[in-house]
């Protein structure tokens, strides 16, 4: 049965000690390196990819985003409760009440609903041109 032995270096490696455990009679089976931790790493592949915005998805064609109907749905309802006055925790309520899920499909938080208000900042043009925009808006009970 061979024997192994694994040398730990500590000192730039020469020619001498390649010669004399040659001399002993052993064979270099394997060389493993290591670098400092300072190095930098190499970039994850999900770096620099961008989350698709809530309420989109990519299209079929994976060449641009198109809206997404369930999530929109979900952004309007969210809409229309900040409008009316409601505050994240008593929106996550009511999402789950009504069996909604986040993107994750996991139940609703206030954090979720505050975490998605800059998306709803941006959709909110958007939504408020929908031809059912006004009479929703109508339908709301404004919290005073």
């Known amino acids: 049965?061979?024997?192994?032995?694994?040398?730990?270096?500590?000192?730039?490696?020469?020619?001498?000690?390649?010669?004399?455990?040659?001399?002993?009679?052993?064979?270099?089976q394997a060389v493993e390196w290591t670098k400092s931790t300072e190095a930098k790493e190499p970039a994850s592949s999900e770096e620099g990819q961008q989350e698709v915005p809530y309420g989109m998805r990519v299209a079929k064609d994976c060449?641009?985003?198109?809206?997404?109907?369930?999530?929109?749905?979900?952004?309007?309802?969210?809409?229309?409760?900040?409008?009316?006055?409601?505050?994240?925790?008593?929106?996550?309520a009511d999402?789950?009440?009504?069996?909604?899920?986040?993107?994750?499909?996991?139940?609703?938080?206030?954090?979720?609903v505050f975490d998605l208000l800059p998306r709803l900042i941006e959709a909110s043009p958007r939504l408020q041109k929908r031809p059912d925009w006004p009479s929703r808006r109508a339908k709301l009970e404004i919290i005073a």
């Open 63 to 92: 060449g641009h985003l198109v809206e997404d109907e369930y999530e929109t749905s979900i952004l309007l309802l969210i809409y229309e409760q900040v409008v009316a006055g409601r505050r994240p925790v008593q929106i996550a």
């Open 95 to 112: 999402l789950n009440e009504r069996g909604y899920r986040t993107r994750r499909a996991a139940p609703w938080t206030p954090g979720a």
């Open 1 to 28: 049965m061979p024997q192994h032995i694994r040398d730990l270096i500590s000192m730039p490696l020469t020619l001498e000690y390649f010669n004399r455990r040659t001399a002993d009679g052993w064979v270099m």
